[in-house]
């Protein structure tokens, strides 16, 4: 069953969001583990990320890695790592070698694989052994799309893999993306959505028959919780808060 916490603005949303990701990586620091987390990109995180470094927090147990990446060189104005280093790791002195980019420099299949391996690394997982985040943050586009899998993707099916170069043709583009096993693995999944583009398709999600294919933002969405604000839940009922 989800969680729903509704705020009055996309900062708001934001800021609560990462509130709640910095309390589940402080139990596991407290708990002598160092912690995992895996970001997405886009445009509402930014907030967040300005929380994050504003806000002292002991990143040093930290590792970072990325839910999904688009293929452009890492100083791209649309590369997700990018803006999380700009406004947030550049500034917090987040430390580099804790930061598990994808490597977009690689043509976009090698860069699947060696993100893929270095998971298998990290987590000491064997092949075919699906590693477990300990926070995991997601949103969701106008689609329905999460991570970089869109409806239709056939890797919406996928169980077994890590990581995947997609090719998103509405964009135009190239993508690395964590497949639906790895997302449905992760300990805390915090799933951020804001603005009214979003409304029709966070109904769906929330409210309506499951169909992953359709509405790749269901996956592991039961686990989740979701911060959204008011634009976005406009048509949503108040009893799933």
Aim: charged residues 20%; aromatic residues 10%.
């Amino acid at each position: 069953m989800n969680r729903l916490m509704r705020y009055p603005d996309p900062i708001a949303a934001a800021e609560a969001c990462g509130g709640h990701i910095l309390s589940l990586l402080e139990s596991t620091i407290v708990s002598g583990a160092r912690a995992s987390l895996a970001i997405s990109g886009g445009s509402s995180p930014r907030p967040m990320f300005e929380f994050f470094a504003r806000t002292p927090f002991d990143w040093e147990s930290v590792h970072l890695f990325w839910v999904d990446e688009r293929c452009v060189p890492p100083d791209n104005p649309q590369s997700n790592f990018k803006l999380a280093n700009e406004v947030w790791l550049g500034p917090a002195k987040f430390p580099t070698q804790n930061i598990h980019r994808v490597r977009t420099e690689l043509t976009p299949r090698e860069a699947a694989l060696t993100y893929a391996d270095e998971l298998y690394k990290w987590f000491g997982r064997k092949y075919g052994e699906i590693p477990e985040f300990d926070v995991m943050h997601r949103g969701m586009g106008s689609d329905g799309h999460t991570a970089s899998l869109f409806p239709g993707d056939t890797w919406i099916e996928d169980r077994r893999g890590l990581a995947a170069n997609v090719w998103v043709e509405k964009m135009g583009q190239a993508r690395v993306t964590l497949l639906p096993a790895v997302l449905e693995a992760a300990r805390n999944s915090a799933m951020l959505v804001t603005g009214d583009d979003k409304i029709q398709a966070l109904h769906a999600v929330l409210c309506g028959p499951r169909d992953h294919m359709k509405y790749p933002a269901q996956i592991a969405a039961d686990k989740a919780t979701w911060f959204v604000d008011e634009a976005a839940a406009a048509l949503l009922p108040i009893e799933i808060s």
